[in-house]
């Protein structure tokens, strides 16, 4: 079995932090606000994405304290982390006709072997870019659950 990474928002790190075990989607308070995108990992696939909308390096992203911090976690097991206030700010500011500007490099990245498909992705980011809007109308960051 691969990795599974779901997205979601929560109140705050604890409130994430309680969806460790089974995943939020076993959470009914979070059953509206799951997004889960198989292969596309927070710090590698969504860090180049959070390069390309931001126009940041890598670098300066990866020193964010809230780029992918662990609310909760298990050794070799599931994960909660955090997405960065940068990150979620431009997803939720992600406009649909400018998508092609950012979907094509990021389906052209290493992190995919420059062979995933850009319409594939483009539906990833309108995911999360719904899913980011909606966190910030309620005041709640972003999270990501990993298993492993």
């Not at 969504?46 to 670098?59: I, S, Y």
């Not at 992203?61 to 955090?82: D, E, F, I, M």
Request: proline share 6%; hydrophobic share 40%; aromatic share 6%.
């Amino acid at each position: 079995m691969g990795d599974l990474f779901h997205y979601f928002s929560a109140p705050s790190d604890q409130d994430a932090a309680s969806a460790l075990h089974g995943g939020p989607s076993r959470l009914p308070e979070y059953a509206d606000t799951i997004v889960p995108l198989g292969g596309i990992d927070p710090a590698v696939q969504l860090g180049t994405l959070e390069q390309l909308l931001t126009g940041v390096d890598r670098e300066t992203l990866s020193a964010n304290p809230r780029s992918g911090k662990s609310v909760a976690g298990r050794n070799g097991g599931a994960q909660v982390c955090t997405l960065s206030d940068e990150l979620q700010a431009a997803l939720a500011g992600v406009e649909v006709d400018g998508m092609a500007e950012v979907v094509v490099p990021w389906s052209e990245s290493e992190e995919f072997g420059g062979m995933a498909d850009p319409e594939t992705l483009a539906g990833v980011l309108a995911e999360l870019s719904m899913l980011a809007s909606a966190a910030t109308a309620r005041g709640e960051p972003l999270y990501c659950w990993a298993s492993r």
